[in-house]
């Protein structure tokens, strides 16, 4: 198994980054598990309702990066505080945009193929190895 500090170094991510993206799966697998139950009354939710942890949990997180991007330029660290900003931007947008596909998918919105809308996850993963080999 991994350690916290192993991953926080791969994912680039601070621990608090990865608990609220933990706390936001779980809500969300709860309502997922409670839509499909026939006999609750989220069975009636939309996609857009289910998924909605999922989106707050990347709005949180981008809040909180601008935050520590502030907080890193008042300590004069601009190179460093510029390629967390690159690289925490890059990994919510690119899971924002699976999300986003992935929600217009199961509504019926989009006629996109479950290749393409994986798409982006498929991108962050090659990004991540590439991130995780330069720091070993």
């Not at 139950?37 to 999922?54: G, K, M, N, Q, R």
């Not at 991007?69 to 008042?74: A, E």
């Not at 690119?94 to 479950?114: A, E, H, N, R, V």
Request: aromatic share 18%; charged share 10%.
């Amino acid at each position: 198994m991994f350690t916290i500090q192993e991953i926080v170094r791969w994912l680039g991510l601070t621990v608090f980054e990865i608990w609220i993206n933990l706390n936001a799966l779980v809500v969300f697998t709860v309502l997922l598990a409670l839509k499909f139950d026939h006999h609750s009354e989220v069975h009636y939710f939309t996609w857009w309702a289910i998924f909605f942890p999922l989106f707050a949990a990347d709005a949180l997180n981008a809040y909180f990066c601008v935050i520590v991007f502030i907080r890193m330029q008042l300590e004069s660290s601009l190179k460093a505080s510029l390629q967390r900003l690159a690289w925490s931007a890059n990994f919510i947008f690119m899971m924002f945009i699976f999300k986003f596909l992935l929600c217009k998918k199961l509504t019926g919105q989009l006629s996109l193929d479950y290749s393409e809308i994986f798409a982006p996850v498929y991108i962050l993963l090659q990004l991540v190895a590439v991130r995780a080999c330069q720091q070993t």
